[in-house]
């Protein structure tokens, strides 16, 4: 066996010295060393009493100590070094080929008998070198063999040893590491956590405090930039609390009090310029502007914010403007009716009044119509925004006196005083109470933390009360309340106002809208009172008085309804006209007429809204002109057809008007009872006229030389038709309401009515002949030249077919259905008869021949277009009279 000093690798031979060997790898390391060499000290152990024999006696052995040792180093320098050396391994190549040349021999035999004998002698040459280190090893072995043994055995026991050390020691690291990790590690981990954190709460509040109270100064530009008055003032008041307790000897912010203060005052001004600019810009907005209140949370904030600061006068500003705004409404109406007539030079006619005198009277009376409408909205705005701003303070009133009722309950129970514990209330830059902290019996937890822009105060766990800081700074309890216009108002306690001035202020701001309603009634009576110099109001007639009347007693009655207080300086102006107008009603709607008739084209005409609406309220049993509704109608299309109780009528814009005008002599009754007799006669001649008028434009063409129409077409007959029809409809009721205004001796005058209608029934069946008589004359036209021939149908049947569609096509809108069936039936009636003589003419009888099947086949197709029209399809043609009866 072969060893070097570090144990690494060994050859081991077989068991005699026949030069075969074995080669062994062991791997290094100090136990696998001692384990390895434990291992063949038995084998070692029986050299070594081998050698005691062979050895000479201790006498005699330092005698051979010294040849031994010459003769142990002669035989070791046999060996080749490369077996001494420390690096000694034979995974090294260049090794294993210096130990064992393979390159000398085949590994394939049989190459020769040199190899053999090569590889022969390298084994015994090995074998040879195995035995010397052998021999030298147990020599030395048997010089030190006590020392070696007993270092063996003290190197086991020491192990082992060191083992139980070893486990002993790892079993009390793991005990003791148990002990703290179980009973003194959490203990001290959290005593040490909760300490930090507390520490870490109170500094991240106070500074999150002092970051809020940093931004006072822009948070509250930001506020006044949005017209937040009270959010901004509550900002300061709650900033100015904080520095005082909270923060109170911070140096940087020890100017911060004495600018909130001028911040205030600044406040003060720009409340009472801003809402000076409100009154004027609610005020002098378009009046056309549906909006009753203009900014209604612009308007509670800047009234809040003045209640807050005690500027209570605030509203003398508005009533000074409102009175400016009357007198500029008046003047901006006169500017804008004028500007818009162009008979009026405002170069030559300089003042306002003399270009008002110019106008006539429906000019005037639109005016007035106009400044009328401007003041009842006017009127309507000034009570929606009083009325916003006394909410306010009936707001303010009722939370005084719940704040009064709790405070003597707290008096009386004295123990719920410790109930609300009130904290800081931390603002975000958009002036928002981020939290309101009370006490654990105020709010809940999860109600601390509303805004999305508030953190937590720490990333673990917190307890309520650590997340909150100790002061009591902020004493102002706020409660919700909403205004009559929906906007959610927040109420603090800093509302230091008695209820006396509150109630003196409600009153005073409803003594304001009293005050509204006078100035615009003084100011129209200047204005009719400008206009009547003249003796502009003496010489209206009675349509005009009556329409200017019942406008001003319209106008009254808004007035005082919107207000609820009578003004009377407008009604006794109203009264002081009344026994001056004069009656020209008569002659200026007949002529309004013949003029409408005049330029009538007696085409179908669209049905404005009002129109409808007018039809409608006769409907519902009251003749009256209903008010008109500007922007309703705008907002509404006219429609195709009247609609009168269900049915549709085709009319000409000139019955439109007619039928308004009717409605007014209907209305000049009721309010002149006196001349009711008179307008029944005037009514009665202007029904006459029409009739006659429409007679001679339409059935006696008159229409080809007024307007200049090229022809009176069958649509044209139809629509004047239906129009007759639509004021016959209404004679009875115009008959019942003059009946139920006429003295029992002056019923005889009724007959006028029914003169009238039988005069128009006349003229309804004089257009329906004539339409008949037009197909007539077609029907004998064509079927005058008919000849019973081939092909079917024939082009005379085609040709009236066709021109029967288009008078169905020109009739069928404009008249009821049963009316088309009954034209139509006549108009049948009479094709038959000529049909029946022409073939009277012909000689063609009902014999079944060929001469019969073509006429037949005619008839067919005749019968079946007509029956395709829409609405004849059961009308009953009875086409069996065309054929001559046998007798």
């Not at 294993?96 to 190459?111: D, R």
């Not at 940087?252 to 310029?273: N, P, T, V, W, Y």
């Not at 605030?314 to 500029?328: Q, R, S, V």
């Not at 009721?670 to 029904?687: A, V």
Request: net charge neutral; hydrophobic share 40%; glycine share 4%.
């Amino acid at each position: 066996m072969i060893l070097d000093h570090q144990g690494t690798f060994c050859i081991i031979p077989t068991g005699n010295h026949s030069g075969k060997c074995k080669l062994h790898l062991r791997t290094p390391g100090p136990v696998g060393d001692f384990y390895n060499l434990l291992k063949i000290q038995v084998s070692r152990e029986k050299v070594h009493e081998r050698c005691k024999n062979i050895c000479t006696p201790k006498d005699t052995f330092d005698r051979t100590l010294l040849h031994t040792h010459d003769k142990s180093r002669t035989d070791l320098e046999q060996v080749p070094k490369i077996f001494m050396k420390p690096d000694f391994a034979l995974e090294d190549s260049l090794t294993f080929n210096a130990v064992l040349p393979w390159s000398h021999f085949s590994t394939a035999g049989g190459k020769g008998n040199r190899d053999a004998a090569s590889s022969k002698l390298l084994q015994e040459k090995l074998s040879h070198y195995l035995d010397i280190v052998e021999v030298n090893i147990a020599h030395q072995i048997s010089l030190r063999s006590e020392a070696f043994f007993h270092a063996m055995t003290s190197q086991h026991e020491l192990q082992d040893y060191l083992r139980k050390t070893s486990q002993a020691v790892k079993l009390l690291r793991e005990k003791i590491s148990k002990i703290d990790k179980v009973m003194c590690e959490g203990s001290l981990r959290v005593l040490r956590l909760s300490l930090t954190r507390n520490n870490c709460i109170k500094a991240y509040n106070k500074l999150k405090l002092m970051a809020t109270v940093h931004q006072t100064q822009p948070t509250v530009q930001l506020l006044l930039s949005t017209s937040e008055y009270v959010g901004a003032l509550d900002l300061i008041a709650t900033t100015q609390e904080v520095l005082q307790q909270e923060l109170q000897g911070i140096h940087s912010f020890r100017h911060l009090g004495s600018q909130l203060c001028e911040l205030e005052k600044l406040i003060d001004k720009m409340m009472i310029a801003e809402f000076s600019t409100y009154a004027r810009n609610d005020l002098n907005r378009p009046l056309e502007d549906d909006c009753q209140i203009l900014e209604e949370e612009r308007l509670v904030s800047l009234v809040f914010g003045l209640l807050k600061q005690r500027k209570l006068n605030f509203y003398e500003i508005y009533g000074d403007e409102m009175i400016n705004t009357a007198k500029n409404i008046i003047k901006q109406c006169v500017v804008n009716t004028v500007s818009q007539i162009e008979e009026i030079d405002t170069e030559v006619v300089v003042k306002l009044a003399d270009q008002m005198r110019m106008m006539n009277f429906p000019q005037w009376f639109d005016l007035l119509k106009n400044i009328f409408s401007k003041f009842t909205i006017f009127l309507k705005r000034v009570k929606a925004t009083l009325n916003t701003i006394r909410s306010v303070v009936f707001l303010v009133l009722d939370k005084n006196q719940k704040t009064r009722e709790l405070e003597d309950t707290l008096q009386k129970n004295p123990a719920k005083e410790s109930v609300v514990d009130s904290e800081v209330a931390y603002l975000t830059h958009e002036g928002m109470f981020i939290s309101d902290a009370f006490g654990d019996g105020e709010l809940p937890t999860s109600q601390r933390n509303t805004s999305p822009n508030s953190e937590p105060c720490s990333s673990d766990s917190v307890s309520e009360p650590e997340c909150t800081t100790d002061s009591s700074s902020s004493k102002e309890h706020t409660s919700s309340s909403v205004t009559p216009g929906g906007v959610e108002m927040m109420i603090g306690d800093d509302m230091k106002l008695t209820d006396l001035e509150l109630v003196r202020l409600a009153n005073n701001i409803q003594e304001l809208l009293y005050n509204a309603s006078d100035v615009c009634h003084d100011r129209s009576v200047k204005f009719l009172m400008a206009r009547a110099k003249d003796g502009f109001l003496e010489k209206l007639n009675s349509n005009e008085f009556v329409t200017l009347s019942r406008l001003m007693e319209s106008f009254i009655l808004d007035t005082e309804q919107i207000c609820g207080r009578k003004s009377m300086s407008l009604r006794g102006a109203l009264q002081s006209q009344a026994n001056r107008f004069v009656n020209r009603f008569h002659e200026e709607r007949k002529t309004k007429l013949s003029l409408l008739l005049d330029n009538e084209r007696w085409k179908q005409a669209e049905v404005p809204a009002e129109f409808q609406d007018l039809v409608d309220s006769v409907s519902d049993g009251r003749i009256s002109l209903p008010e008109k509704k500007p922007t309703a109608t705008e907002e509404r299309k006219p429609a195709e057809f009247l609609i009168v109780e269900g049915q549709k009528y085709a009319t000409v814009g000139t019955v439109l008007l007619l039928i308004r005008i009717i409605l007014e002599y209907c209305q000049c009754v009721d309010n002149i009872p006196s001349i009711t007799t008179d307008m029944l006669t005037r009514l009665s001649d202007l029904l006459k006229y029409f009739n006659s008028r429409s007679c001679q434009l339409v059935l006696g063409a008159g229409a080809l030389q007024v307007v200049g129409l090229k022809t009176i077409t069958t649509k044209n007959l139809a629509l004047s038709s239906r129009c007759l029809q639509l004021i016959v409809h209404y004679i009875p009721i115009i008959r019942a309401h003059f009946e139920a205004r006429l003295q029992p001796k002056q019923f005889s005058m009724l007959r006028h009515f029914d003169h009238i209608t039988k005069d128009y029934h006349d003229h309804i069946a004089e257009i329906s002949a004539k339409l008949v008589a037009i197909m007539d004359s077609l029907f004998d036209k064509l079927l005058s030249k008919y000849e019973v021939k081939a092909p079917v149908p024939s082009a005379c049947f085609r040709n009236i077919c066709k021109q029967m569609a288009k008078m169905h096509e020109a009739i069928y809108d404009l008249l009821p259905e049963e009316q088309t069936q009954m034209l139509f039936l006549r108009i049948n009636a009479s094709y038959k008869l000529h049909l029946k003589r022409q073939l009277a003419h012909l000689n063609v009888v009902n014999d079944g021949g060929p001469l019969n099947g073509l006429v037949t086949s005619d008839v067919a197709f005749y019968t079946g277009n007509l029956q395709a029209l829409k609405g004849l399809n059961n009308l009953d043609l009875n086409m069996a009279e065309i054929w001559e009866q046998k007798r």
